[in-house]
């Protein structure tokens, strides 16, 4: 059974910060690997999607890598902004399924 | 990118009574389409899995004659929510898989979400 674990659960940050998000999960037989934000009362919004065949993804302020063998990702967030604040959710695609299976998330706060 | 409508956005019922939510794939077709669960500060959980045109697969633990689910089109799923609960009172999310070349670069688009709540 796939197990996802993100840490810390919750980050609060000075503006302006860069900081790290980490994703755990427990077999590596994966697809790909995603990184969600949501915010509160909201639904997801997809930030990185990372191939199993890839290291690393990147967008903006947004780097993601992933270590397939030892069943890690991270999330780097440069220069972090209060409009990042959000809970950040990684989910991996296990392979031979459709679903994902989903972190408990990091409650992100960038203090302005 | 891809975009997935839900409707309602929210809704408030009295205990007993039935709830429809509609999950749509606006630009693209879903062949697949998951519905999840979603608790005040938790994950999301996966309630089941829909495919266009047959019965739908719940994970174990979710009463598949309360939460009716309905794919009858490639755009279109719906989930019902039988004689609700106030237990029932929860953040129900769904997405759909846009199709790809190759499995692994299949991708899951989520709705915005529907809150539930049963007095």
């Known amino acids: 059974k796939q197990e996802v674990t993100q840490i810390p659960a919750a980050l609060s940050v000075p503006e302006g910060e860069n900081l790290v998000l980490n994703c755990s999960f427990t077999?590596?037989?994966?697809?790909?690997l995603q990184w969600f934000r949501q915010d509160p009362g909201k639904g997801l919004t997809s930030l990185l999607l990372i191939q199993s065949s890839q290291r690393e993804q990147t967008s903006g302020r947004l780097n993601a890598s992933l270590d397939k063998s030892s069943g890690r990702s991270t999330l780097y967030i440069a220069a972090s902004q209060p409009g990042d604040s959000a809970t950040y959710l990684c989910?991996?695609?296990?392979?031979?399924?459709?679903?994902?299976?989903f972190g408990t998330g990091t409650r992100l706060t960038v203090i302005p | 990118g891809a975009v997935v409508s839900q409707h309602p956005s929210w809704v408030i019922c009295k205990s007993g009574t039935s709830v429809k939510i509609e999950c749509r794939s606006l630009d693209f077709q879903a062949t697949t389409m998951f519905w999840y669960r979603q608790f005040p500060k938790q994950s999301l959980m996966l309630m089941a899995t829909s495919n266009e045109g047959s019965k739908a697969t719940y994970e174990q633990g979710v009463e598949k004659d309360k939460f009716l689910i309905n794919h009858a089109s490639l755009t279109l799923s719906t989930l019902t929510v039988t004689s609700a609960h106030p237990e029932d009172s929860s953040f129900y999310i769904c997405?759909?898989?846009?199709?790809?070349?190759?499995?692994?670069?299949?991708?899951?688009?989520f709705g915005p979400g529907t809150r539930l709540l049963v007095l």
């Open positions: 077999d590596s037989a994966i697809y790909n």
């Open positions: 997405s759909g898989e846009k199709p790809g070349l190759v499995r692994e670069w299949e991708t899951q688009y």
């Open positions: 989910a991996v695609r296990k392979t031979g399924a459709n679903n994902l299976f």
